[in-house]
């Protein structure tokens, strides 16, 4: 069975300094992995996915199969990354994405 | 171009009663999904489609009946509601075919409170 977990419900910091959300997965292939965000009042939207390998909004992710891990990095966090964010997962099959818990970002001025 | 589209945005139930959640999009997507969204639980899934014709269920598929009898509708239908079924559901959709590279495009959700 696949899993992803997100171990933090909430995560606060200040305008400026480095976030990180983690998330790490069960899953015995090889897996897709996706940041989902949903800005307040806003539906849910792709942040990235880690076979682009791309930077957006200054927010990048490295897949590290060998801690079956795929944390999500900003250098220096600004007021509108404030949301929520969900790690996702798709595997092998015909199944939907399986998320993760969420981590509720919360940046403080 | 819609994208997902979801109604009704609000819905106020009583335990027992039926309704039916509704859902369409307007990109020839293969893939929907419903989704619902609980505090402290993430999203899980309860049912999805790969196309017209073929439903099949997620991780919390209890109470719940789709149908998929076109490409562009995935209706969500309650049987007899319940208040567990207090929820904001969601509705998602994608390319099939390649879903590692094809994002979910959500729907703005339905908040359902069951009294």
């Known amino acids: 069975a696949q899993r992803v977990t997100q171990p933090e419900k909430l995560l606060s910091v200040f305008k400026g300094a480095p976030v990180e959300l983690k998330c790490n997965y069960s899953?015995?292939?090889?897996?897709?992995l996706f940041w989902y965000v949903q800005y307040s009042r806003q539906r849910l939207q792709l942040l990235l996915r880690h076979i682009s390998r791309e930077s957006i909004k200054g927010f990048t992710a490295d897949l590290n199969k060998g801690e079956t891990s795929f944390h999500l990095k900003k250098p220096f966090a600004q007021e509108e990354d404030s949301a929520m964010y969900y790690c996702a997962l798709v595997g092998g099959g015909a199944d939907g994405l399986t998320f993760g818990k969420g981590t509720h970002l919360i940046i403080q001025p | 171009n819609a994208g997902v589209t979801q109604t009704p945005k609000f819905q106020v139930l009583k335990t027992g009663q039926s309704m039916t959640l509704q859902c369409a999009q307007d990109m020839n997507h293969e893939y929907m999904s419903w989704y619902r969204q609980d505090p402290g639980m993430g999203l899980r899934l309860i049912h999805y489609?790969?196309?017209?014709?073929?439903?099949d269920q997620g991780e919390v598929p209890n109470g719940y009946n789709v149908s998929r009898s076109t490409t562009e509708d995935f209706p969500l239908r309650l049987l007899s509601a319940a208040p567990s079924q207090t929820s904001v559901y969601f509705c998602a959709s994608s390319y099939a075919r390649d879903r590692e590279n094809s994002p979910l495009h959500f729907g703005n959700g339905t908040r359902l409170t069951v009294t």
């Open positions: 489609s790969v196309g017209a014709g073929i439903t």
């Open positions: 899953y015995s292939g090889s897996p897709e």
